[in-house]
């Protein structure tokens, strides 16, 4: 079996997962988080689910301060293209 294409569209199950996954420990990140999910998950590709979950790997506080653009990196991380875009889109959910 092999993976879907990053550019197709997630299936539902899939997204389940990742919704599961997505819940943090700081309310704060949650609210984008939710709000990002109800933008854009009709829309969402395998290729941003797996760059959001690749944001979900970071500590709450480190996602926060990107969130909220207090840092535009983290020390250690190194965020591809694909994550960088998905946090364009979780920033611009408000």
Sequence with gaps: MHAPAANSP???RALSKLRWRCRRG?????LFIERFFNRYASQLTNGQADALAELMDLSDNDLLDLLLGRKSEVQGVVLGDACREVLALL???H
């Design 10 to 12: 997630i299936d539902e």
């Design 26 to 30: 700081l309310l704060e990140n949650d």
């Design 91 to 93: 920033r611009n959910t």
